[in-house]
C-alpha cells in the first residue's frame, strides 16, 4: 500500500474531529501500519490566547492528543474503516519530557500495534528538535464497537 499525505486541503475526508480541535497539521499515512505527523505551535488556537505566561508553551496533554491523532489516521485511511469516529480508551507507559513551545514544530511518530475487533493499540511519541516531548501506547476503539460493547455489558 502507498503513502497518504494528509493536510488541511483533505483531512476533512479522515477525520471527524472540528478543525478547532485538531493537533496535528499535515500527516503521512502508510495506511493500517504508521504515521508521522506535524504541528506547528502556533499563537492562533485558542489556548494559548488564555496563557500569559513569558514562553507559551503547548500544554502535555495536547501533546498526547496531537500523538492519539495521528494514530487515528492509520485507520481512517484503510478503506474498510473509512472516515468513521474513533474515541480515546485508554493509554499508559505514559513518559512526559519538556513542552513544546510558541513556534515549535512538534513531530509526531505512531504505529499501529494491533487491531482487532474494532479495538485498536498503539504506540507513539512525539518531539521537537529530536527532542522527546511525549511518548505512550494507547488504545482507540471504533465508536460502533463502544456501542456493542456496552449493549453487551448489560446482558
Known amino acids: ?33 504508521e504515521a508521522k505527523g506535524e504541528k506547528l505551535v502556533s499563537f492562533q488556537e485558542h489556548h494559548f490566547k488564555e496563557q500569559a505566561e513569558m514562553r507559551p508553551f503547548m500544554h502535555r496533554a495536547f501533546a ?27 493509554c499508559k507507559s505514559v513518559e512526559m519530557r519538556g513542552y513544546a513551545y510558541l513556534g515549535d514544530i512538534l ?29 505512550m501506547e494507547f488504545t482507540l476503539v471504533l465508536q460502533e464497537g463502544m456501542i456493542k460493547m456496552s449493549a453487551n455489558a448489560g446482558t
Do not use: W
Not at 497518504?4 to 475526508?13: A, E, T, V
Open 107 to 135: 513531530d509526531t511518530e505512531v504505529s499501529l500495534v494491533s487491531y482487532r475487533h474494532g479495538i485498536a493499540k498503539m504506540r507513539g511519541h512525539g518531539g521537537v528538535n529530536g527532542r522527546l516531548v511525549i511518548s
Open 1 to 33: 500500500m502507498k503513502k497518504i499525505i494528509i493536510n488541511y486541503k483533505n483531512m476533512n475526508n479522515y477525520t471527524v474531529i472540528p478543525t478547532e480541535y485538531r493537533f496535528v497539521d499535515k500527516v503521512e499515512v502508510l495506511p493500517g501500519v
Open 64 to 90: 498526547m492528543e496531537a500523538v492519539m491523532q495521528t494514530g487515528t489516521f492509520i485507520l481512517t485511511t484503510m478503506p474498510e474503516i473509512g472516515n468513521k469516529l474513533l474515541l480515546f480508551n485508554s
